[in-house]
């Protein structure tokens, strides 16, 4: 299991009626809230935080294989 703060924690997975299910840590607001509120894009400040949160995500994911 990944432990990174620009990661969503997956809880558990199980399977019920031939169907896998995903359970995930619960997040109050995330990206698309974003884009979904400012509808004519982010500000270029917005979007530098968010792009180097997920860059963050993936070089920690990179180096823990």
């Keep these: 299991q990944f432990r990174h703060e620009n990661l969503v924690s997956l809880i558990e997975v199980f399977r019920q009626k ?7 840590e619960f997040i109050d607001h995330t990206v698309l ?3 979904q509120y400012y509808c004519h894009g982010l500000e270029r400040k ?7 949160q997920i860059l963050r995500a993936i070089e920690y994911l990179h180096n823990n294989n």
């Excluded at 031939?18 to 995930?24: D, E, G, N, S, T």
């Design 18 to 24: 031939k169907r896998i299910h995903l359970v995930f």
């Design 46 to 52: 917005r979007l530098r935080k968010y792009l180097f």
């Design 33 to 35: 809230d974003e884009l």
